[in-house]
């Protein structure tokens, strides 16, 4: 976000040039609020992003030390097994994971642990990242890793042993509402709740200074059961001392995961009108969240680019976050990683999305013409090419987001006066 004054404002509104010094009109230039006449901006959109999507030196490997979860949430798409990643699927991955660190071209890595629940494979995680971080150490690779769990098996001793021992520098955990309503929209399989244990386990952490390379991402998933607890569950949070520089805030509306959800999604519009009370809600808390993106999407998602992969505990290699362990996405698997690629460095094959960007620069999508696409990137070409729309929430309350912006900073909003009002 760029503040500019209210005539320059206008000008760039209308399509005229500021008369503003030199200074200043490089530095719209710099934020691309002024762009030449003759630039299709389309296409250096595109080459922007399709740059940044051949980038290997920047490289993230998503593993699955597990096929199972030990919840049964009503929204999630998956089908969970009892596998773990053992045997020559597990000798292929390190092999694969090594060669990518050890390649020349390599210069930053991010390593992360998806699931079903990556905690029930704790033990794998353990042993595989000690494999790694000698040589992410000897080469002074840039390093970043993430776990997304739901935080059932959580407790302080495992989240001093990831940060310290495993590296992981982020846990993204779910917590969909104040306790009854957590409890009951995120079921555990074998009964009895989460809240209370994901709370604590988490109020320890931000306590100790020894975890303090560790953040936290609370994401709380909204649908027609649980919209009326959201305020709740941010007022008992920031009661609990979630209100830290550590921790961060994401609220997402529920989405086809290759399952028909249809009966509890919100529709755009709803959701995004709920929000904006919520955004405003967290700011007087003092929670940390995200008002609008800082910056562009550099890459969309792994899905478009071939520097990144997800490796599931039977071997096989995915592009798209959303596509292993849904069983009637399994013949989208990319390959395997005991193919004589993955025992080298070189990217991933091709997946269904990698020409996602020329599908947009083609007019393809409803992304070519919309002024937030080169924020965005189209949010998720999955979802798109599913027949379904997934533009992001600011994309329908980006004034009121931009007023929260104001106002955070100490501004006020002023109120439209009637002509001629009190004569």
Known sequence: MVPVAAATAADLDAGRIPQLPADRLDGLRRYQLLVPANEDELAAVTDRFTTAAADLSRRHIVLFPTAYCNMGCTYCGQTHRKQSLRGNHRDAVRQRTLAVLEHPQTRAVRLDWFGGEPLMGYATLRELARAFLPVVDRRGLEWSSTIVTNGALLDYRKIKTLAIESRVTHAEITVDGPPEIHDQHRPLKAGGGSFWKIVRAIGQALEDDSTAGMTFGIRTNVDVHNEDAVERLLRLLAEHGFAHSRVRFGIKPVHSWGNDISAMELGKQHFADRETHWLALMSDLGLNFEVLPPEPAPVVCPAVTRSDEFIVPDGKVFS????????????????AVTDEWAATAQPRPEGAFDDWHADVAAGGRGCSTCP?????????????????????????????????????NGFTLQTPTLAGAGA
């Open 372 to 408: 937030l696409y080169p924020t965005c990137g189209g949010a998720c070409p999955k979802l798109w090419r599913e027949g379904h729309w997934p533009c992001p929430s600011f994309k329908f309350n980006i004034q009121a987001r931009l007023d929260l912006i104001a106002t955070m």
């Open 320 to 335: 798209c976050s959303e596509q292993p362990l849904v069983d009637h996405l399994a013949h989208t698997a990319v390959g």
